[in-house]
Every structure is written in structure tokens, then in C-alpha cells.
């Protein structure tokens, strides 16, 4: 049983560009969430995708938006790159009832 | 702002040693998890304690939680070198679609 995927592992981008990362959910799972993990510090919610809508969101800017395709993987877009968009950012997968949370390995952002 | 912060924000011990790390939170709360993570990678969930709980064992892990303290405290008894990671509080939100808040973490190291 494949936990959660997370593509790619590393990316660099140039500041103003465009990312799309990937997420694939934990088998039987349905709801996907990210978050960002700035160096040294915890991570925080940017959103959370069930049914294929956006049901919670973090403090965090329009320019993060997601989507949740059927077969309930995910991705992450993040529209015109900051520096401080540099991070190491994390899907996590569960039952939409469930507490626990399941984490994929992270894909590190470097915006350069 | 954070709903956990973890003390202390690092620790070193020898290998053999106990490592306790503590996480105070501001709400009520139905649960409290505590997460490992190894060199900046995914998270590793631990342990879950609800409310009505006051102390879990897993393992070599011991966790204990206040809710009139509004805080938790995390016991690693005959620590190992492996152990050595970033340990996190988190705390579900069940209004907002169990959506974690963590804290900011606590590095050990554990010295051979």
C-alpha cells in the first residue's frame, strides 16, 4: 500500500514564474492538504481539498490555488514566485473524518 | 499565529539519555498529536492523545497531557541515535476541517 507521493522532490524556479506540484493521497483516502514549511520553523495550512473543492484555507495569498481531481491527487500552483515562496511544502492525506494525517516526503521549493 | 510552541527549541543528549520536549496550546482542543520529522522531510506521525486522556504509550514514547495547563509533554526514554529529528506539536481544528496547527518544533540530537 503506496503511502502519500509527493512530485517533484526539488524544483528550482526564478522569481515571477509559475510552479505546479503534485500530490498523490494515501489509498482510501479523500481529503488533501498542504502546507508550507518554512526553514526552522512548523508548518503551516495553506488549504485543504475534498470532493474537489477548496473546503478550508490558510492565511496565505490568492496566489496559491489548488485542485483535487477525481481520483483524489492533488496539486499545488503558486503564480508569480516570491523569494520568501521558498519552502519545503507538504501534502497530507486522510479520511475526511479522520484526526490522523498522513504526510508525503515534501517537495523543496527554491526560488532563486 | 501558532496554536503550539514546543520548549525547548533544541536539545542534546547522549545516546541512552531520556529527552523530554514540552507544548503549551491556546484553545480547546479534542486532541493533541506529536510528529517527528528526519533532515527536513515528510512528517512521521508519533502518537495521538485525546482530551480525555492523560497520559499514551508507544513504544519508548510517553506522552502526557494537561488541558488545564493547556499543555503536553513528550518522554523519549533510552534514546538512539536514530532519534535524532525535529519533533512537532499539532493540534486538529475540527471546525475547519481537522486542519493541523503546529508549533515550532523541537530539535534533538542525540549524540553516540
Known amino acids: 500500500d503506496a503511502g502519500v507521493t509527493q512530485s517533484p522532490t526539488h524544483l528550482i524556479k526564478t522569481r515571477g514564474q509559475q510552479v505546479t506540484l503534485r500530490c498523490s493521497p494515501k489509498s482510501g483516502h479523500d481529503t488533501v492538504s498542504w502546507y508550507q514549511q518554512a526553514l526552522g520553523q512548523g508548518p503551516q495550512f495553506i488549504f485543504q481539498?475534498?470532493?474537489?473543492?477548496?473546503?478550508q484555507r490558510g492565511n496565505f495569498p490568492d496566489r496559491f490555488s489548488g485542485h483535487q481531481f477525481p481520483n483524489y491527487s492533488s496539486e499545488l500552483n503558486v503564480n508569480a514566485l516570491l523569494l520568501g515562496d521558498s519552502a519545503l511544502y507538504l501534502c497530507?492525506?486522510?479520511?475526511?473524518?479522520?484526526?490522523?494525517?498522513?504526510f508525503g516526503p515534501g517537495t523543496r521549493l527554491t526560488v532563486t | 499565529s501558532q496554536q503550539g510552541e514546543e520548549d525547548p527549541q533544541a536539545l542534546s543528549i547522549q545516546e541512552g539519555e531520556n529527552a523530554t520536549m514540552n507544548c503549551s496550546y491556546k484553545t480547546s482542543i479534542n486532541n493533541l498529536q506529536w510528529y517527528r520529522q528526519n533532515s527536513g522531510r515528510g512528517l512521521v506521525h508519533l502518537i495521538l492523545i485525546r482530551s480525555n486522556e492523560r497520559e499514551k504509550h508507544s513504544g519508548r514514547l510517553r506522552v502526557t497531557l494537561d488541558t488545564s495547563k493547556k499543555s503536553s509533554s513528550l518522554l523519549i526514554t533510552a534514546s538512539r541515535a536514530a532519534d535524532t529529528a525535529s519533533y512537532f506539536c499539532a493540534t486538529p481544528i475540527k471546525a475547519a476541517g481537522n486542519k493541523l496547527t503546529f508549533g515550532g518544533g523541537t530539535r534533538v540530537l542525540v549524540k553516540p
Open positions: 497530507a492525506s486522510s479520511l475526511v473524518a479522520d484526526y490522523e494525517q498522513y
Open positions: 481539498y475534498y470532493e474537489e473543492e477548496e473546503r
